[in-house]
């Protein structure tokens, strides 16, 4: 069990740019969240995977936002066209096998 | 809707002193409980669990938490407060969904809990 794994750690931007951050989640877990962690806050759900199926999306997700699992295992999560309000800890977990949530390191996005 | 509430935002103790933290929750049926630590800059770790049974549920580093059914809450606590367990700690929970199977989360807004020496 090596843990979630989340790359990069830190990622500063320019608004307006586009962004992508990766998820490895533990390797026997099928399914996979992603939440967003604004400072004061506590983790917000945004998108959840079973396997490589998209199962459920939050209303935080913008069209701006894009989440993939090809073949079920890592995932990414793209922002389009950055906006300074997207600033935020984005956390990834997984779990499955009756193993509760295991949570990554997260990446921290500032959007200058 | 479905919520989780921590009233405290920020708590202070003493190294040693006995610890509770509060927790909230409104959900149509009981839900699955969950507290979680968070170390600045890190991932969140699993405390403790409650889903059904024994109100009591005790968990890793010392720490317990005590559902309570009346009052809509699962507080957690711990008898002696290291200066280790500095941190900030989340009050989650999930629909009860029968079984043990772990779906999505809501979290609280957590509360920072400093240790003085």
């Known amino acids: 069990d090596t843990g979630v794994s989340q790359n990069p750690r830190h990622k500063i931007t320019k608004r307006g740019q586009n962004v992508t951050f990766r998820c490895d989640p533990i390797s026997e877990h099928n399914r996979l969240y992603w939440y967003r962690q604004t400072l004061g806050q506590g983790p917000e759900f945004l998108t959840y995977f079973q396997n490589e199926a998209q199962l459920e999306k939050s209303r935080l997700l913008s069209d701006r936002f894009s989440a993939e699992r090809p073949k079920g295992s890592f995932s990414t999560l793209e922002i389009q066209r950055t906006e300074q309000g997207d600033s935020a800890m984005y956390l990834c977990?997984?779990?499955?096998?009756?193993?509760?949530?295991?949570f990554g390191n997260g990446t921290r996005l500032t959007v200058t | 809707a479905q919520s989780v509430t921590q009233p405290d935002i920020h708590i202070t103790v003493s190294e040693g002193a006995s610890l509770e933290l509060r927790c909230n929750y409104s959900y149509g049926a009981t839900p699955y409980l969950f507290w979680y630590v968070q170390s600045p800059g890190q991932g969140l770790q699993l405390l403790l669990k409650y889903f059904s049974g024994d109100t009591l549920v005790q968990g890793i580093k010392g720490f317990e938490a005590e559902f309570k059914r009346s009052q809509s809450s699962f507080n957690l606590r711990k008898p002696s407060v290291h200066w280790s367990d500095a941190a900030e700690y989340f009050c989650?929970?999930?629909?009860?969904?029968?079984?043990?199977?772990?779906?999505?989360?809501?979290f609280g807004q957590g509360t920072i809990l400093t240790v003085h020496p």
């Open positions: 989650a929970a999930q629909p009860n969904a029968g079984g043990t199977s772990y779906g999505k989360l809501t």
């Open positions: 977990a997984s779990s499955g096998g009756g193993s509760p949530l295991h």
